[in-house]
């Protein structure tokens, strides 16, 4: 699966349906292997447009709340269909 993240979105199957976007982050540096610049990170899966901001928030606990996230399953597609490279 390590070597599949980098061309194939399969591995955020692990995510639930809603999530959150640290979880996306923490995922995937589990599936590489090594730390993410967290800004480029944010940047490029926004750039990507595989994801859908819902307009629900949910604290996780102290601090303020935060957005939940979904996969554009669409959009997920196409990139798989063209080949996309997903290396962050």
């Not at 307009?55 to 597609?77: A, D, M, P, Y």
Request: aromatic content about 14%; glycine content about 6%; overall charge positive.
């Amino acid at each position: 699966m390590k070597d599949k993240i980098t061309y194939e979105t399969n591995g955020f199957e692990l995510l639930d349906h809603k999530f959150y976007f640290s979880d996306l982050e923490k995922l995937y540096t589990t599936l590489v292997g090594r730390p993410v610049d967290r800004r480029n990170f944010r940047k490029s899966i926004v750039g990507l447009k595989i994801l859908d901001k819902l307009r629900e928030k949910v604290s996780k606990g102290v601090g303020r709340t935060s957005n939940l996230f979904e996969f554009n399953q669409k959009i997920c597609f196409q990139l798989k269909e063209y080949e996309m490279i997903f290396e962050i």
